[in-house]
C-alpha cells in the first residue's frame, strides 16, 4: 500500500504541474501580451482554462494530504522552514482566483476591473514563480535542520539563485502550456501564429533557464546535475523529452493540430517529471549537510499507510469520474456555441 501512496503523490503533482500550469499560465501569457492582444488572449485563456480552472487546486490538495496524513515529518519540514514561500504562494492563489471570478462574473463591468485585471496577471506570474522557489529549495540543500537564527532558518533556506532560477524556469514552463492549450482554442489564423509564436518564445526561455539551472548546479556544488544526468532513467527521459521538442519544433507547430501540441506538450513535462523524480527517489527533501528525508524512513505508521491508501482508492472511484463529465460538459458547452 506505500507505492500505492506514493504512486498517487507523483500523479497529483505532475496533473497539479499540468493543469495548474495552464491555468497559471494564462496570466502568464497576458502578462507577456502586447496591449493589442491582451483582451483577445485573455478571453481565449478563458475558453481553454475553463474546465481544468474549476478543479485543479485539487490535485495540489490531494499532494498536501498524502504528506501531512502520511509524511508528518516531510509536511512539518517543509511547512516549516519555507513557510514564507508557502504564504506569499498561497496569497497569489486566493488573489489570483478572487481576481479571475470577478473579473469574468461580477454584475457591474466598472474601472475595478482594471484592478481585478492586473491582480489577476500578477498573481498569476508571482505564485509560479514562488512555486518553483520552493521545488528549487527542497531539491537543493538548502534547508538547514541546525540553523540558530530567523535568516538561516526561514531566510536562507529558499532565497538563493538556484531556487529562483528554478522559479523563473516554472514561470516560462507555464506559459509555454498555456500557449500550447490555446492554439487549439481559435481558427483565426493569425491568432493561431500568435499562440504559436508566444509557445515558440517559452520554449526557448524554458530551454534557456534549464540549461542556467544545470550549470549553475555543476560549478557550485548542488546536486541537482550529478543526480539528474547520473543515471540512465532519467538521461532517457531527458533525451525523449528533448525528441518531442524537436518533433513540435520541426513539425507540430507548422501543423497547428492544437490537441497534437497539447498531448505533446504534455509528454515533454511528464518525462522531464519523471526525470527528476527518479534521480531523487525516495528523497523528496533535501537538507544542508545530511542526505534528506526520504520518504520511507518518515512514513507515518504501516495502519496509516494502509488506511490512507484505500482513502485514495475510494476516492478515485468518485473524483475521476467527476472530473471527466467536468471537462465532458464544458466541451459540449462549446460544441453549443
Not at 485543479?56 to 514561500?85: A, E, K, R
Request: aromatic content about 16%.
Amino acid at each position: 500500500m506505500f507505492y500505492v501512496v506514493i504512486a498517487y503523490l507523483a500523479v497529483s503533482l505532475l496533473l497539479y504541474i499540468l493543469m495548474g500550469g495552464a491555468d497559471f499560465g494564462a496570466g502568464i501569457l497576458e502578462f507577456f501580451s502586447e496591449k493589442k492582444h491582451r483582451s483577445r488572449t485573455g478571453k481565449l485563456m478563458y475558453e481553454a482554462i475553463g474546465p481544468i480552472w474549476e478543479a485543479n487546486h485539487m490535485w495540489l490538495i490531494i499532494v498536501v494530504v498524502i504528506l501531512f496524513v502520511g509524511f508528518p515529518v516531510i509536511y512539518s519540514t517543509v511547512s516549516t522552514y519555507l513557510h514564507i514561500p508557502i504564504l506569499i504562494m498561497l496569497l497569489g492563489v486566493v488573489a489570483r482566483g478572487t481576481a479571475f471570478t470577478f473579473r469574468h462574473y461580477d454584475a457591474i463591468h466598472d474601472n475595478l476591473q482594471v484592478l481585478y485585471s492586473k491582480t489577476f496577471i500578477y498573481a498569476s506570474v508571482l505564485t509560479p514563480l514562488f512555486l518553483g522557489i520552493i521545488a528549487g529549495s527542497i531539491l537543493s540543500n538548502r534547508i538547514d535542520l541546525h540553523a540558530t537564527t530567523f535568516l538561516e532558518a526561514y531566510v536562507y533556506s529558499w532565497l538563493g539563485i538556484f531556487p529562483v532560477l528554478v522559479g523563473f524556469f516554472t514561470v516560462a514552463l507555464f506559459g509555454f502550456l498555456a500557449a500550447v492549450f490555446i492554439i487549439g482554442e481559435t481558427d483565426i489564423e493569425d491568432e493561431k501564429k500568435y499562440a504559436i509564436g508566444k509557445a515558440k518564445g517559452m520554449a526557448i526561455a524554458a530551454l534557456i533557464l534549464a540549461l542556467v539551472i544545470l550549470g549553475w548546479s555543476y560549478s557550485n556544488d548542488i546536486s541537482f546535475a550529478s543526480r539528474l544526468l547520473g543515471n540512465c532513467v532519467s538521461v532517457s527521459c531527458l533525451y525523449i523529452a528533448l525528441a518531442l521538442f524537436c518533433w513540435m519544433w520541426l513539425f507540430a507547430f507548422k501543423e497547428g493540430d492544437g490537441n497534437r501540441l497539447r498531448l505533446i506538450a504534455s509528454a515533454q513535462i511528464t518525462f522531464l517529471f519523471i526525470a527528476v523524480a527518479y534521480s531523487y527517489y525516495p528523497v523528496l527533501v533535501t537538507l544542508k549537510n545530511d542526505f534528506g528525508l526520504s520518504l520511507m524512513d518518515v512514513q507515518g505508521s504501516s495502519l496509516t499507510i494502509r488506511y490512507l491508501g484505500f482513502a485514495m482508492l475510494v476516492g478515485s472511484v468518485f473524483i475521476l469520474p467527476a472530473l471527466g463529465y467536468l471537462l465532458y460538459s464544458f466541451q459540449r458547452k462549446r460544441k453549443l456555441w
